[in-house]
């Protein structure tokens, strides 16, 4: 059995990077397409985004609801379980005819959850868009599924879960989470708490409820982008959705307390894995306008990329790990900065950490290297 240690710090300083990244960005220097923004009366946004693409374009229905809002006791894993759910159809639309439609006009269909939102997505040609409105707009309005179909789902779910624990990474993944956030609900990921997920299928009349709280057109952006055109695909949308009645019940998320000290725990993986090191550091929520997040997303190549002197040292010419990578999460809630190393040499664990601290601690000193800095910088399209 190996032990995998990880580390929730306190918040990361970006120090002089910040001040290095925070200069002037104009809309237009980096999203080159027109937006087309519009709220309709039942508080239903639809943003559509024309561009050429050879008769092609992309169908999102965003929900704003993810793990995050799962703050019942014992009621997580729901946000994640309608991602499948949303896919067994409705009266009109039954699956198998849903199934038959997508399949019919070649589209891409998908979904995934994180812990701000649930995303479902169709990639298609433009000629079919009508087709897709109509069909998409009705599941997210009238979806319907008998309790055999929610108790089959519901152990789907299950049997997911269990898949993604024989990976270390989201063993691991699992038990920072649980460390690092004491009382909000990013406590959990998206897949929820097992015990809660084992109980899942005696929850059928709670299902109901999450759907009629969750999915109301004030909580779900529809976003378009392609070969459109704007005031008819615009008109379009308020045909099919503009008789879908609000209700969205906003969820009450608790407040992570600051941290004030580090917290430090080692998680058992009952596979086989070399020692993994996971280092949380606190960020504030995502601000589009506020340059910490430029700095945060620089110093993740300046500090942990591949051409970065942490980089070299431990994986190339010291080779103690197998790879060492920096991830910022751009969360609707404070949520983490994450470094991840994997290390070949279980005696080495607490050595890697402590190269990780001083680099951290290079940075909230030191200048960066400025054509370092622009290169990445041009990269990013800053």
């Given at each position: 059995?190996?032990?995998?240690?990880?580390?929730?710090?306190?918040?990361?300083?970006?120090?002089?990077?910040?001040?290095?990244?925070?200069?002037?960005?104009?809309?237009?220097?980096?999203?080159?397409?027109?937006?087309?923004?519009?709220?309709?009366?039942n508080g239903l946004r639809v943003i559509l985004v024309p561009m050429e693409s050879n008769g092609l374009a992309s169908y999102y229905t965003i929900v704003r609801t993810g793990s995050r809002d799962e703050y019942e006791a014992n009621r997580t894993g729901f946000a994640h379980f309608f991602e499948h759910m949303m896919f067994r159809g409705t009266e009109r639309y039954p699956a198998e005819?849903?199934?038959?439609?997508?399949?019919?006009?070649?589209?891409?269909?998908?979904?995934?959850?994180?812990?701000?939102?649930?995303?479902?997505?169709?990639?298609?040609?433009?000629?079919?868009?009508?087709?897709?409105?109509?069909?998409?707009?009705?599941?997210?309005?009238?979806?319907?599924?008998?309790?055999?179909?929610?108790?089959?789902?519901?152990?789907?779910?299950?049997?997911?879960?269990?898949?993604?624990?024989?990976?270390?990474?989201?063993?691991?993944?699992?038990?920072?989470?649980?460390?690092?956030?004491?009382?909000?609900?990013?406590?959990?990921?998206?897949?929820?708490?097992?015990?809660?997920?084992?109980?899942?299928?005696?929850?059928?009349?709670?299902?109901?409820?999450?759907?009629?709280?969750?999915?109301?057109?004030?909580?779900?952006?529809?976003?378009?982008?392609?070969?459109?055109?704007?005031?008819?695909?615009?008109?379009?949308?308020?045909?099919?959705?503009?008789?879908?009645?609000?209700?969205?019940?906003?969820?009450?998320?608790?407040?992570?307390?600051?941290?004030?000290?580090?917290?430090?725990?080692?998680?058992?993986?009952?596979?086989?894995?070399?020692?993994?090191?996971?280092?949380?550091?606190?960020?504030?929520?995502?601000?589009?306008?506020?340059?910490?997040?430029?700095?945060?997303?620089?110093?993740?190549?300046?500090?942990?990329?591949?051409?970065?002197?942490?980089?070299?040292?431990?994986?190339?010419?010291?080779?103690?790990?197998?790879?060492?990578?920096?991830?910022?999460?751009?969360?609707?809630?404070?949520?983490?900065?994450?470094?991840?190393?994997?290390?070949?040499?279980?005696?080495?664990?607490?050595?890697?950490?402590?190269?990780?601290?001083?680099?951290?601690?290079?940075?909230?000193?030191?200048?960066?290297?400025?054509?370092?800095?622009?290169?990445?910088?041009?990269?990013?399209?800053?």
């Amino acid at each position: 059995m190996k032990t995998i240690p990880i580390r929730t710090a306190k918040t990361l300083l970006f120090a002089l990077v910040l001040l290095l990244a925070a200069l002037p960005v104009t809309a237009e220097s980096i999203f080159p397409y027109p937006v087309h923004n519009e709220v309709l009366d039942n508080g239903l946004r639809v943003i559509l985004v024309p561009m050429e693409s050879n008769g092609l374009a992309s169908y999102y229905t965003i929900v704003r609801t993810g793990s995050r809002d799962e703050y019942e006791a014992n009621r997580t894993g729901f946000a994640h379980f309608f991602e499948h759910m949303m896919f067994r159809g409705t009266e009109r639309y039954p699956a198998e005819v849903y199934n038959g439609k997508v399949t019919e006009i070649g589209a891409d269909a998908n979904a995934y959850t994180t812990d701000d939102l649930t995303a479902y997505y169709l990639n298609i040609a433009a000629s079919d868009l009508e087709t897709v409105m109509d069909i998409e707009s009705d599941r997210f309005q009238r979806l319907a599924y008998a309790k055999e179909q929610f108790e089959t789902e519901a152990g789907a779910v299950y049997g997911e879960y269990r898949m993604n624990r024989t990976n270390p990474f989201f063993t691991l993944y699992e038990g920072m989470r649980e460390v690092a956030f004491t009382e909000h609900t990013y406590g959990h990921t998206t897949m929820g708490y097992e015990e809660d997920i084992k109980i899942m299928p005696t929850l059928y009349d709670y299902s109901l409820s999450f759907f009629e709280r969750h999915y109301r057109p004030e909580n779900i952006i529809v976003f378009i982008v392609g070969d459109i055109e704007v005031e008819p695909t615009m008109e379009m949308a308020k045909q099919y959705y503009g008789a879908w009645q609000q209700g969205y019940v906003e969820p009450t998320i608790p407040v992570e307390p600051e941290q004030t000290e580090e917290r430090r725990v080692e998680v058992e993986y009952e596979g086989s894995s070399l020692p993994i090191v996971w280092l949380a550091y606190k960020t504030p929520a995502f601000d589009a306008a506020d340059p910490t997040y430029l700095a945060a997303d620089l110093l993740s190549g300046l500090a942990f990329g591949q051409t970065s002197d942490l980089y070299k040292k431990l994986v190339i010419e010291e080779q103690v790990v197998e790879f060492i990578q920096a991830n910022l999460n751009y969360n609707r809630d404070p949520g983490t900065f994450d470094v991840i190393a994997r290390v070949k040499d279980p005696a080495k664990v607490d050595y890697v950490i402590e190269q990780i601290d001083q680099t951290v601690a290079r940075y909230q000193t030191e200048a960066a290297d400025e054509q370092r800095l622009a290169d990445l910088k041009s990269r990013r399209k800053f």
